[in-house]
C-alpha cells in the first residue's frame, strides 16, 4: 500500500522540454510567474495560456495527469473563488440573497483570480513533471552558487536534499515491514478512532526512526571511505550545460514578458 | 613482494560512553599483507575483525603502535585521503552505502570526491561498472536493484577510486546465494586480474577457503594464520574458537573421528570427494 507514493510525480520523457538544463526550467517558470503577474487582462491572460498550452504539447505531458494533479487543489481553488465572488463591490448587483451579493465584479475576479492559480500551477508542475529531481537539486545548487559567498551551505543542502531523495523508497520499504511485523504481532492499523490510529503508528516510527539512524550513521563512514569532505574542491561527472534549446527558451519566455508588458502599458 | 598494509604493535580501546568503560579491543597486534594478495580475516563476532577494518583506512586511529597503509602511516591526519585512495572499504549493507539515486551516479561519487575531471569521471565510471559486470544497469535506481547487485555498485563505487587494495567487511551477509557468488566471483576477478589486493572478513568457511591465505583473530590476537589448507587443516583449534572448517573438511574430520584415515586438507566438494574416492581404493 505504501509504494503507491510516487515522489516528485517525474514522468520520464525525452521532448524537447525534458532536455533542457534544470536551471533554465527552474528560471524559465520564475519567468513564467512573473509574465501570469503582469498580465491584468484576457488578452493578455490569453497569451500566457496559449504559451503554456504551447509548453505543454511540446513536453507531450498527458494533459490528463495535470489535471489530476489539481485534484489536492480544488479546496484551495473554490476558497478563492467564493471569496473573490462575494466580496467585490461595483458593477451590476447580479443576485442578492439577504446580505450576499454577487455582482458582475465580483464574477470576474472569481474567474481571473481561479484561472490565475491554476495557470500557476500548471507551470509549476510543468517543471515537475518534466525534470527529475536529481536534475533539480543540481540546477538548485548550481543556480544558488554564489550564494556559497554568503556562506550559504549550498552543497551540504543538495547533498541532503539528494540523500533524502535515494533514501525515501528505502525508508518505505523498511516501513510497509515493520507495519507487517506489527500487524502479526496483532497491531490494528485501520480500525477505530483517528487518534487510536495515531497511537497505532508508534511502535511503528519508534524503530524506523532508530533504523533511520542506525543507517545515517554507517552511510557517513561509508561516505568518508570514498574520500568525501564536503563541497570543497568536488567535480561533477555530469556537467550542466547550456544548449542551444536552452537559447530559445529563454527567448520564448522573455518575449513572453515582453508581449504582456507591452499589453499591460496599454491598459489591456 | 612489499606490504600494503602492516599493523605494528597495534593497540586499540572503544573510548568510554556515558560513564561505562571501553573496551580494549587489541593490545599488542601485529599483522602485515602483501600486495596482490587476497586474505581472509575469520573470527567469531567481537573479535575485533571489524574494528581491524576500520584501522585500514583511518575511520579508527589506533590507541597504540601503527597501522601503516602503503607506506604512509595511517594516524598522519594530513595524509588520510591519501590513505582513503589507497584502501576502498565495502560494506555489510549495500543499501546504507550507495549515496545516489542512479547507479552511475553513485560510481562516480567517489572520483568527484577527489576532484577528478569530468571526461575522467566519466571513463573511470564506466571502466568500474564493466568490471563488475553491472554497466547495462547504469542508468537504473538503485533500490529496484536485487541484494548482489546493490553490493556489486558498491563494489564499483570503491574501485573507481582505483585503489590499491579494498577491505570488504562481511560483504555478502545480507545476500541470498546467487548474490553471494555474484560477488565471491567480481572480487575474485578483480584480485586475479587487476592486482588488486583484497581483505575479506567472513563468516562463511567457504568464502575464506577462496582466499590464498587465511587469518583467525581471536580476543584480538591472531590464533592461526596460514594457507586456507594449514588453517582449516586446525579443526579441533577452531571448534575451540567457536568456529567451523568448511563442510567438506568437518565431513572428513568427523570420519576420522571414527577412525577413518582421511587427509584434512579438501577444501571443496570435489576435493572432498577426491579423498573419499582415494581412501577407498586403498
Redesign the interface.
Same mark, same amino acid.
Given at each position: 500500500m505504501l509504494k503507491d507514493i510516487t515522489l516528485g510525480q517525474y514522468f520520464p520523457g525525452t521532448s524537447v522540454i525534458h532536455r533542457l538544463d534544470p536551471r533554465t526550467k527552474l528560471l524559465g517558470v520564475i519567468l513564467y510567474i512573473v509574465a501570469l503577474f503582469l498580465a491584468k487582462s484576457w488578452i493578455s491572460y490569453g497569451v500566457v495560456l496559449a504559451f503554456l498550452i504551447l509548453a505543454i504539447s511540446v513536453s507531450k505531458i498527458p494533459p490528463k495527469s495535470i489535471v489530476s494533479g489539481m485534484k489536492p487543489l480544488v479546496v484551495i481553488l473554490i476558497f478563492t473563488g467564493v471569496l473573490n465572488l462575494f466580496y467585490s463591490d461595483g458593477g451590476v448587483v447580479l443576485v442578492k440573497i439577504w446580505k450576499l451579493t454577487i455582482t458582475s465584479e465580483g464574477l470576474t475576479r472569481a474567474i481571473f483570480m481561479t484561472s490565475r492559480i491554476l495557470m500557476l500551477i500548471s507551470g509549476t508542475f510543468l517543471l515537475t513533471y518534466t525534470t527529475s529531481p536529481i536534475a533539480l537539486t543540481d540546477g538548485l545548487e548550481s543556480l544558488l552558487g554564489p550564494l556559497k559567498k554568503l556562506h550559504v551551505p549550498v552543497h551540504e543542502l543538495s547533498m541532503m536534499m539528494c540523500i533524502a531523495l535515494r533514501f525515501i523508497p528505502t525508508l518505505i520499504e523498511e516501513t510497509d515491514k515493520i507495519m507487517n511485523a506489527q500487524k502479526a504481532r496483532g497491531a490494528d492499523f485501520e480500525n477505530g478512532s483517528i487518534i487510536d490510529r495515531a497511537k497505532a503508528l508508534i511502535p511503528v516510527l519508534v524503530p524506523l526512526f532508530i533504523s533511520a539512524f542506525r543507517r545515517a550513521d554507517e552511510l557517513a563512514t561509508a561516505m568518508e571511505c570514498r574520500c568525501y569532505q564536503g563541497g570543497e574542491g568536488r567535480t561533477k561527472m555530469k556537467l550542466l550545460r547550456y544548449g542551444r534549446n536552452d537559447f530559445y527558451a529563454f527567448g520564448g519566455l522573455t518575449a513572453l514578458i515582453a508581449v504582456v508588458a507591452v499589453l499591460a502599458g496599454f491598459g489591456l | 613482494m612489499e606490504d600494503i598494509i602492516s599493523v605494528e604493535h597495534l593497540a586499540y580501546v572503544y573510548p568510554d560512553l556515558d560513564g561505562q568503560k571501553g573496551t580494549q579491543v587489541f593490545e599488542n597486534l601485529n599483522l602485515t599483507i602483501e600486495s596482490g594478495s587476497f586474505v581472509a580475516i575469520l573470527g567469531t563476532n567481537g573479535c575485533g575483525k571489524s574494528t581491524l577494518a576500520k584501522h585500514f583506512?583511518s575511520?579508527l586511529l589506533p590507541s597504540g603502535g601503527k597501522v601503516y597503509v602503503d607506506g604512509i602511516d595511517t594516524s598522519d591526519l594530513n595524509r588520510v585521503?591519501a590513505v582513503?585512495?589507497c584502501v576502498?572499504?565495502v560494506?555489510q549493507?549495500p543499501?546504507?552505502?550507495? $549515496?545516489?539515486?542512479?547507479v552511475?551516479?553513485d560510481v562516480?561519487?567517489?572520483?568527484?570526491?577527489?576532484? $577528478?575531471?569530468?571526461p575522467e569521471?566519466?571513463r573511470r $565510471?564506466d571502466k568500474a561498472l564493466k568490471q563488475v559486470g553491472m554497466y547495462e544497469y547504469r542508468e537504473h535506481?538503485?533500490?529496484l536493484l536485487s541484494g548482489g547487485q546493490k553490493q556489486r555498485v558498491a563494489i564499483a563505487? $570503491?574501485i573507481a577510486?582505483e585503489p590499491k587494495c579494498i577491505v570488504l567487511d562481511e560483504p555478502t551477509a545480507m545476500l541470498d546465494p546467487r548474490g553471494r557468488r555474484d560477488v565471491m566471483e567480481t572480487v575474485e576477478k578483480l584480485n586475479r586480474e587487476k592486482g588488486i589486493t583484497v581483505v575479506l572478513i567472513t563468516h562463511h568457511m567457504d568464502e575464506a577457503a577462496q582466499a590464498r591465505r587465511v587469518i583467525v583473530l581471536d580476543k584480538g590476537k591472531v590464533a592461526a594464520d596460514g594457507t586456507p589448507k594449514q588453517v582449516f587443516s586446525q579443526v579441533e583449534m577452531l571448534h575451540k574458537l567457536g568456529l567451523a572448517a568448511p563442510d567438506s573438511v568437518e565431513l572428513c574430520w568427523a570420519l576420522r573421528q571414527k577412525g577413518f584415515d582421511l587427509p584434512l586438507d579438501a577444501l571443496t566438494p570435489e576435493e572432498c570427494a577426491q579423498a573419499l574416492y582415494d581412501w577407498l581404493k586403498t
Open positions: - | 583506512n575511520i585521503m582513503r585512495r576502498g572499504m560494506f549493507n543499501d546504507n552505502q550507495i $549515496v545516489a539515486n542512479v552511475e551516479e562516480a561519487f567517489g572520483p568527484e570526491n577527489i576532484g $577528478v575531471a569530468a569521471i566519466r $565510471v535506481a538503485p533500490h563505487g $570503491v577510486l
